[in-house]
């Protein structure tokens, strides 16, 4: 079973990770393969893993240098987006190169963190944003990476693994009413979830 939080016994040392380093990073790029999704002209949601939240607490650790001391952080940051077994939860970028496009964008799409819905078998799933902080300002603007959770019950999680029928994830957002298709790769490894 697919552990549901990284404990500090599976944080290599800094020294240990420089020399995996790469290899991890080719690894999790694999993995993350089939572990995404486009919607609309501007979104991606990145379906986590307690794989792809290891590799994130490593890469930040990696990165900050923090040592030990930083550790404690990085998990109360990371840990709350490994799904726990009946949900699949997804980091949505509204990724937008130019900054005078973005700011404009972002404006127009306040409140989209509550209006992200995954839809199997006819049946519409509503994300949850995750709670940590505002993901809207009051003046209408998004932020552009939004935390969003996606809780299925049995009979979802039993559709969804199937593999009959089509499996929606899109935005009902009035300014940004967009839909995709999950492809069969994407929803055959993210079946994994569901354990």
Same mark, same amino acid.
Request: hydrophobic share 40%; aromatic share 8%; no cysteine.
């Given at each position: 079973?697919?552990?549901?939080?990284?404990? #500090?016994?599976?944080? %290599?040392?800094?020294? +240990?990770?420089? /020399?995996?380093?790469?290899?991890?990073?080719?690894? =999790?790029? *694999?993995?993350?393969?089939?572990?995404?999704?486009? @919607?609309?002209?501007?979104?991606?949601?990145?379906?986590?893993?307690?794989?792809?939240?290891?590799?994130? #607490?490593?890469?930040?650790?990696?990165? +900050? /240098?923090?040592?030990? &001391?930083?550790?404690? !952080?990085? %998990?109360?940051?990371?840990?709350?987006?490994?799904?726990?077994?009946?949900?699949? @939860?997804?980091? @949505?970028?509204? *990724?937008? !190169?130019?900054?005078?496009?973005?700011?404009?964008? %972002?404006?127009? %799409?306040?409140? @989209?963190?509550?209006?992200?819905? =995954?839809?199997?078998? $006819?049946?519409? =799933?509503?994300?949850?944003? +995750? !709670? !940590?902080?505002?993901?809207?300002?009051?003046?209408?603007? &998004?932020?552009? #990476?939004?935390? =969003?959770?996606?809780?299925?019950?049995? &009979?979802?999680?039993?559709?969804?693994?199937?593999?009959?029928?089509?499996?929606? #994830?899109?935005?009902?957002?009035?300014?940004? $009413?967009?839909?995709?298709?999950?492809?069969?790769?994407?929803?055959?490894?993210?079946? &994994?979830?569901?354990?």
């Amino acid at each position: 079973m697919t552990p549901r939080a990284i404990e #500090v016994s599976a944080i %290599l040392p800094l020294t +240990e990770y420089v /020399k995996v380093r790469a290899e991890r990073r080719r690894q =999790i790029s *694999e993995i993350k393969k089939n572990r995404r999704l486009e @919607v609309g002209p501007f979104a991606t949601f990145y379906f986590e893993s307690y794989e792809t939240m290891l590799h994130q #607490v490593h890469e930040m650790l990696f990165i +900050e /240098k923090g040592g030990p &001391a930083q550790i404690p !952080d990085e %998990l109360a940051a990371y840990n709350p987006l490994i799904p726990q077994g009946s949900e699949l @939860v997804a980091t @949505v970028m509204f *990724e937008i !190169d130019d900054p005078v496009r973005r700011a404009r964008v %972002l404006a127009t %799409l306040g409140g @989209v963190e509550q209006q992200a819905f =995954i839809r199997v078998d $006819g049946e519409v =799933i509503r994300g949850v944003p +995750e !709670d !940590d902080q505002e993901r809207s300002r009051e003046d209408g603007k &998004a932020s552009s #990476v939004q935390f =969003i959770r996606f809780a299925f019950t049995a &009979a979802q999680v039993a559709a969804f693994r199937s593999g009959a029928g089509d499996v929606v #994830v899109g935005f009902d957002h009035p300014n940004y $009413g967009h839909m995709a298709v999950m492809p069969q790769a994407v929803r055959h490894a993210l079946s &994994a979830d569901f354990s």
